[in-house]
C-alpha cells in the first residue's frame, strides 16, 4: 500500500490558500477605487425651479 506524501498535500493547501488570500486582496482593492471613484465624482445638483 502507498504511503500518503503530506508534504504534497501540504504544499497543495498552501497554494490554495494563497490564491485565496490574493483573490480576496484583488476584490477589496477593486471595491476600494469603485469607491473612491464613487466619492470623487462631482455630484451634479439638481437644477432648482424657479417660482
Not at 500518503?4 to 490574493?22: C, L, T
Not at 473612491?36 to 425651479?49: L, M, Y
Amino acid at each position: 500500500m502507498a504511503k500518503p506524501n503530506y508534504a504534497f498535500a501540504k504544499h497543495q493547501r498552501d497554494v490554495a490558500k494563497k490564491k485565496k488570500k490574493e483573490e480576496k486582496k484583488k476584490l477589496k482593492e477593486e471595491e476600494k477605487l469603485a469607491q473612491e471613484i464613487k466619492d470623487s465624482s462631482p455630484e451634479i445638483p439638481e437644477a432648482e425651479s424657479p417660482e
